[in-house]
Each structure stands twice: as C-alpha cells, then as structure tokens.
C-alpha cells in the first residue's frame, strides 16, 4: 500500500473511535475546517499534547503534522506514529531549514500540513513568540492558510502540571486566507496576521468567561514553571502538593478551580508570576563568571544524529554569567547554538558544528526553564523557544 492511501486509511478507521473520546475527555467542542480547492497549511496554537488531534478532527481529514525529535525515542508509540502517520520531524531549538523544506514539499504535492508555530505549549497561559520567518513560508508556499484558536487548553492540562483538569476546551478558525491573498500580503504582513489570529490569554479568558478546570492536583508540580517566590523573592525554596502551592519562607498560596492562587487578601495568577520571575531575572544577572545563579541535580544525556541516547550520567547543573557546567563539562552561551524546552521540564542544548545534542533530565519538580530564561537574556535570538 502507498504511504499516502495508508496514512489516509488510518485516519478514517481512528476518527469515528477518537471523536467521542476527545469529547468525553476533554469536553471538547471545535468548528470544523472549510472546504477548500487545495492544500491548506493548517497553524495553531498550542497547550495540550494532543492538540494535533484536536486539530485533526476539525480538518476531517488526514493531515501531516510537524512533531520534535523525540517523538522517534518513545519507543513502540514512537515507531507507531512514525508508520502510520509520518509526522515531519523538526529538532527543537535549532533553525528549522530543513522542516520548512519538508513543509513546502507535502504542500506542493497536494497534502495538507499541520504546523504549530509557537514550537511548544505555553508555560504561563500566554501564546508563545512566533518566528518571523513563518509568515514567509506561508506565502511562499502556494496554499491556502488556515488559522485555528484554541481555548481551554492550558487550564484542561498545563504543561507544568499532573493530570488532566475537567472544564472545556473549544477550537475555532481564526483565519483563512487564498493563496492570492498571501501573494498581496508582504511576508511580514503574513506574519502579523498569524500573530494576530492565534493570540490567546488563558486568564484573559478566565475574565470574560469564567470556567471551572477541576483535577485532583490543581497546583501539583507548579515550581517546574515558577521558581522565584513571590513574597521573599528567592529561588529554589518553592514546593507544591494538591492544590498548595508553597516555600520555605512561609509562602502557602491554595489554586482554585479556575486556575488563581490565593494567599489571605492576595491573588496570583502563573502569568503574573511568570512575568515577575523574567524581571527578577534580568535584574538579577550575574556580574562575575564566577558567581552562579542556579543549580540542579539532572541526568545528562547525549542524543547522536540518529536520535540514540549515547551517553547517560548524573550530574551537577550551575548556570554562570557566561557559561552552563554540567559536572566535568563547561559549555560557554556562545557555544550554544539554540535550547528549548520538551515537555514539561526536559532541557535541550544545541552546540554549534556538533550534530548531537544534550538533553538534562531532571525529576518532577526541575525547573527547566529557568536556564532557557538566562540563556535568552545573555543571548537574545530565535534559538531559544519554549
């Protein structure tokens, strides 16, 4: 059988299964995508793990969809998804030359791709930066462009989070544009016009339309977003269990069903927080090599050019004003030719002229991003996505 009629033929089997179950799951509802008169590229925002499904019943149809690296090392899931639904692999982190190639080689040959261009969920509620360059592949491209919102995502399952919250998760089309529409746009006009469409502010939407996310562990695992606290202004002493979310400064905030942390009289939402945590940081910064600004227990691991885990070993995270060390290994920013985050909290480290890259693994409760965060300040460019 033909790729192409297999990966079609697998969608229509799993749509009828995978529909209720989405709707069962998630309370899902979504407007469906228009017919068109040829391929479409297909960009969303993004919260869930599964929101390429989500996506993929409102097309109707078999899509492709662009998946990270590590989805070739999950194992039995991971060969399964490969054979069945030939996601277009793109390494996290680094200049996507190759991906938008793929991109553009499935439009040209009719198929219709699936794209989210934030590069990975939100951490604070907030749609992520989208590159500049993806306003250019879409008009370049010669398909139609469809943008799709989705809403309810972060609170039904945050990316810093364990388990799922019971609410409503909605998507709709925020977009569609001809390709002759695309042609009389500049690319950066594309660009904004895609900014525009797939914004979204969970708490934003919290105010408007108030929806309670009820999970058992509403606030579990937050301190692998947050890590300075908002009354001593510290890092490294937050915790969380259930629904308390706490440090060891005496700081004991409760989250609601609707995703607020509540103290006595003060209210926090993550974006808040978020926000406070990038000033503090600036502020903050080291001025001497030698002073450290966070370290943390991780397990390292070298990935090679053929996705294999080549190297594997525990080690002493630091980060520096001008370097990461991670036991006997120093890696100076300039090294480092971009770093994202997969997941909730495992780290990624891209080095210049070297085709495998490192990956810090951490338990639950790492913080992660709060390298990403140091490394973007000392750093500032595209390399370094969420």
């Not at 979504?30 to 040829?38: A, I, K, R, V």
């Not at 409102?58 to 590590?70: I, M, R, S």
């Not at 194992?75 to 692999?89: A, C, R, S």
């Not at 895609?194 to 579990?220: F, H, M, N, S």
Request: with cysteine; hydrophobic share 35%.
């Amino acid at each position: 059988m033909e790729p192409l009629t297999l990966h079609k033929n697998v969608f229509k089997v799993l749509y009828p299964v995978v529909k209720p179950a989405m709707k069962l799951y998630f309370n899902y509802t979504y407007e469906p995508l228009p017919e068109l008169d040829g391929p479409y590229l297909l960009l969303c925002n993004h919260n869930t793990d599964l929101d390429c499904i989500l996506a993929g019943l409102a097309a109707k149809k078999q899509l492709y969809f662009v998946a990270t690296e590590n989805v070739v090392r999950m194992g039995l899931l991971g060969k399964l998804v490969v054979k069945y639904f030939d996601p277009i692999i793109h390494y996290k982190g680094v200049q996507g030359i190759a991906t938008t190639k793929n991109i553009l080689a499935k439009l040209r040959s009719g198929s219709s791709v699936g794209l989210f261009p934030e590069g990975n969920r939100s951490f604070s509620g907030r749609t992520c930066p989208i590159p500049s360059a993806t306003g250019k592949m879409a008009r370049s491209s010669g398909a139609y462009l469809i943008t799709y919102r989705f809403s309810g995502g972060y609170f039904s399952w945050p990316r810093w989070g364990v388990g799922r919250r019971r609410g409503k998760l909605q998507g709709k089309i925020a977009g569609v544009y001809s390709p002759q529409q695309l042609k009389e746009m500049t690319p950066a006009q594309v660009n904004q016009a895609i900014v525009r469409d797939l914004y979204a502010d969970a708490y934003a939407d919290q105010q408007k339309d108030p929806i309670a996310y009820k999970g058992k562990t509403p606030a579990e695992a937050l301190e692998s977003t947050i890590f300075i606290c908002p009354k001593c202004k510290r890092a490294g002493g937050l915790h969380s269990k259930i629904d308390h979310f706490f440090c060891d400064c005496g700081f004991d905030a409760v989250m609601d069903p609707y995703g607020y942390l509540h103290e006595g009289a003060d209210t926090y939402t993550v974006t808040q927080l978020d926000e406070a945590q990038k000033e503090w940081l600036q502020q903050n910064l080291p001025k001497e090599p030698s002073e450290s600004l966070f370290t943390d227990k991780v397990t390292l691991q070298t990935v090679d050019a053929d996705h294999r885990i080549a190297d594997e070993r525990t080690v002493t995270l630091t980060a520096y004003a001008d370097r990461l060390t991670a036991g006997t290994l120093t890696i100076p920013y300039e090294q480092i030719s971009g770093m994202a985050i997969n997941q909730r909290n495992l780290l990624l480290v891209h080095l210049e002229g070297r085709k495998e890259h490192l990956q810090c693994k951490g338990p639950v409760s790492f913080n992660a991003l709060k390298y990403l965060y140091l490394y973007r300040l000392v750093c500032p460019n595209e390399g370094g996505v969420l």
